[in-house]
C-alpha cells in the first residue's frame, strides 16, 4: 500500500490519479476526510493525517510500505517524527518531492528533510523538481485572466518549466519497481527552458487573446500585491521563488525524466492546450 500526501496540492494529486490508473493500491492523507469525499466522492480512498499533528501519524501508516512524501504548508510541521514514525512502522521506501538544485540552497526545508532522510535509513528517491507549469493556473492565473498579463518579478532569465504530470510519471515508474531507485536523486525538467516573455507570446497564441509579460521590478511587484491585499509572507515566498530565475540561475535542462519513464517531457505548448482545453 502506498501513502499518498500533498492530495490537495498540484503534484500530490497527479500522483494519486497515475497510481489509480495503474491499480495501484493507495490511500491519501489528507487533513481533512469529508472535505475531500464531499468533493470527490469514491473516487479515492483517504486517512486522516495531518503532519504538525503526531497523534495522526501511527493509524495513517499502518500497513503502509512506501510513501510519496511532501512537505506541506503550515506551522510546526513535524517531518523529523513523522520519518522515525514511518521507519518504526517498516516503511520500506519514500519518494520526496524536493526541488531543482536544492543542494545549493541551504536555507529552504527541502536542503534540511533531504538530510533527514538519508540519516532515517529508509530507502529513498527524491524527485528534484524544476518550475511548475501549473503556476501559470495557480497563483499566477488572477493577472493573467482579469488583465491578461504574467505579473511576476522574474527578469529576463529562463527558466526549466516542468509539468507536474510528468513529476508523477516519475513518481509511478519509482512505485512500480522501488529497488530499481534505490536512494537516487533526479532532477526532472521540462524539454526546453524559456523566459516569461516566451511563454507570454506562446499563450497569445494558443488563447488567441494578447499577454504580456510585465517584467515588474521587486517594489512594483510587492506594491501592487499589498494593494490587492496579499499578506507580506506570501509576496515574499512568490519573490523568492522567481529569484533564481532572475538572477539567470534557473536554465539547466536535464534528461532523468526521458531516462527514466521512456517517454518526452511535456512541452509548453501542450501543456497551455490541455488547460485551456480542460478550463473552456
Not at 146 to 158: M, V, Y
Not at 203 to 217: C, D, G, Q
Request: aromatic share 12%; with cysteine; glycine share 6%.
Amino acid at each position: 500500500m502506498i501513502l499518498v500526501t500533498g492530495f490537495t496540492g498540484k503534484v500530490g494529486f497527479e500522483v494519486a490519479k497515475k497510481l489509480k490508473a495503474a491499480d495501484l493500491p493507495m490511500i491519501c492523507g489528507v487533513r481533512n476526510v469529508s472535505k475531500e469525499k464531499d468533493t470527490y466522492g469514491d473516487a479515492y480512498h483517504y486517512v486522516h493525517l495531518d503532519l504538525s499533528q503526531p497523534m495522526t501519524f501511527s493509524d495513517a501508516l499502518s500497513g503502509i510500505k512506501q510513501i510519496f512524501l511532501i512537505y506541506p504548508p503550515g506551522d510546526k510541521i513535524e517531518f523529523e517524527e513523522f520519518l522515525n514514525c514511518a521507519r518504526k512502522k517498516g516503511i520500506r521506501h519514500i519518494v520526496y518531492l524536493s526541488v531543482k538544485d536544492v543542494q545549493f540552497l541551504p536555507f529552504i526545508h527541502h536542503y534540511k528533510n533531504e538530510k533527514l532522510i538519508r540519516k532515517n535509513g529508509i530507502s529513498y528517491t527524491f524527485i528534484r523538481a524544476g518550475y511548475f507549469m501549473q503556476n501559470l493556473n495557480d497563483f499566477l492565473s488572477i493577472e493573467i485572466k482579469d488583465r491578461k498579463r504574467i505579473f511576476i518579478p522574474a527578469g529576463k532569465g529562463k527558466t526549466n518549466f516542468v509539468d507536474t504530470r510528468d513529476l508523477a510519471d516519475v513518481a509511478l515508474t519509482v512505485f512500480k519497481n522501488p529497488d530499481n531507485h534505490v536512494n537516487k536523486k533526479y532532477v526532472i525538467t521540462g524539454d526546453k527552458a524559456l523566459d516569461f516573455f516566451e511563454v507570454a507570446e506562446q499563450m497569445s497564441h494558443i488563447l488567441h487573446t494578447k499577454i504580456i509579460y510585465t517584467n515588474p521590478s521587486v517594489k512594483e511587484f510587492k506594491e501592487f500585491m499589498l494593494q490587492r491585499g496579499e499578506s507580506n509572507d506570501y509576496i515574499n515566498v512568490i519573490v523568492g521563488i522567481h529569484f533564481p530565475t532572475k538572477l539567470g540561475l534557473a536554465k539547466g535542462i536535464t534528461h532523468d525524466y526521458e531516462e527514466i519513464t521512456q517517454k518526452k517531457p511535456t512541452k509548453m505548448k501542450t501543456y497551455i492546450e490541455d488547460y485551456w482545453n480542460r478550463d473552456n
